[in-house]
């Protein structure tokens, strides 16, 4: 019996597969607004609101990782927002991370609970105990961003199940390729591809998935009625960082790693937190549920004034917000007022060799030293 093909053979071969002689092999941007409709519609596309050929083949790729219906959005933002609009109501409760994302609470305190939404926070570490009663939703971030907490995903969908709650999961720190919460009972998952998924730091986009058909065609008729569509432009360099998915993702993930090991014997540094390094307090939740740990690394350094020279002295550090791209980068997150010390510092990982990148890194530490 031949073996089934990982999901990313299957994404890259998807559109060869569905061609005729003389077709192009590359996926063809296409900017028509409006198509060919004489007579009365008959579900072929008409309008570029409803639907769109390059879009929709971006969604089938991207869907073929989640292995559920995927609906493409201009930012990740726009993707939760979506699935907010699409479910909450006056008088519905959301249970959201305390630590994650902070414009998804920005969102909810600015625009849901003014409508009577009641808004309740969760620290990640607490998410798996937090109490679900009459709850509509609940979503978490795991890896939580920037402190790197962990929740077990299993457990928090049997407990949202038994409380009738929909559990949203934003997989955009792990990506599917490391983490599926949906196979681990998550209703719906939803990303930022601005990270990781487009991977080159030059289109902002998201989705939104699930295996629940009559839950997209909700988030789909939102979509179409809000009119929070993607640029086709925009949905073809989606696709034209997805062709490079893995391989960016496994050397993003493995410099992430060695840097972690490097700075958590490193003297200078105070703490380090990285779900990979087997004393993390998110390693035993993380190994059960993740294939690999992500991007980024999180690390305390005495103080702001060493923590920006460090960033200053890393040659191969961009001093920037943003993650999953392809060069490194690193900021101090008291910046955005995050919950962390003076000298916290996020370090996102990108694609370099990873030699260079752990040098780099070292020499930067080195150079605080001697100063
Ligand atoms: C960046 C990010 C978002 C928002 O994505 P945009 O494309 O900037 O709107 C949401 N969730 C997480 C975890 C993110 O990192």
């Known amino acids: 019996m031949t073996k ?3 999901a990313i053979s299957d994404l890259l071969h998807h559109r060869a597969r569905g061609l005729s002689k003389g077709e192009p ?8 607004t409006t198509f060919m409709l004489p007579g009365d519609p008959d579900g072929s596309h008409f309008y570029g609101r409803n639907g769109n050929p390059t879009i929709e083949t971006v969604e089938a790729e991207i869907g073929i990782l989640e ?4 609906v493409l959005f201009p930012s990740g933002m726009a993707a939760i927002s979506a ?17 994650g994302y902070y414009n998804v609470r920005a969102l909810l305190s600015e625009h849901f609970e003014p409508r009577g939404v009641i808004v309740e926070a969760c620290a990640t570490v607490d998410m798996a105990d937090a109490d679900l009663t009459e709850c509509r939703l609940v979503m978490i971030e795991t890896p939580s961003n920037p402190g790197l907490d962990v929740c077990d995903i299993a457990a928090i969908a049997d407990r949202a199940k038994s409380a009738g709650a929909i559990l949203v999961a934003d997989n955009t720190t792990a990506t599917p390729l490391c983490q599926q919460p949906l196979d681990l009972g998550a209703d719906i998952v939803l990303m930022a591809d ?18 629940d058909t009559s839950l997209m065609n909700k988030v789909r008729t ?12 925009d949905a073809y360099l989606l696709h034209r960082g997805l062709e490079t998915l893995e391989l960016r993702v496994s050397r993003a993930n493995q410099n992430a790693l060695a840097v972690a090991k490097m700075l958590n014997s490193h003297p200078l540094v105070q703490s380090t937190r990285y779900p990979g390094l087997p004393h993390d307090a998110s390693h035993a939740v993380a190994s059960r549920q993740m294939r690999e740990y992500g991007p980024i690394v999180s690390f305390t350094l005495q103080d702001r004034q060493f923590a920006e020279k460090f960033i200053n002295n890393n040659e191969l550090a961009v001093p920037a917000t943003s993650f999953g791209g392809a060069h490194t980068s690193a900021e101090c997150r008291i910046r955005w007022g995050d919950k962390v010390t003076d000298g916290f510092i996020r370090l996102a ?11 780099a890194t070292e020499n930067a530490l080195r150079e605080l030293g001697s100063e």
């Open 83 to 99: 699935v907010f609009h699409t479910l909450l109501r006056p008088g519905d409760k959301v249970l959201v991370h305390a630590d």
């Open 67 to 70: 292995n559920a219906e995927t």
């Open 349 to 359: 990982c990108g694609i370099e060799p990873t030699e260079d990148l752990v040098n």
């Open 25 to 32: 092999i590359s996926l063809p941007i296409m900017a028509s």
């Open 222 to 233: 939102y979509r179409r009625l809000a009119g929070a569509i993607v640029s086709p432009f």
């Open 4 to 6: 089934k093909l990982s």
């Open 194 to 211: 601005t990270k990781a998924m487009a991977g080159h730091s030059d289109v902002l986009c998201g989705h939104v998935a699930s295996r």
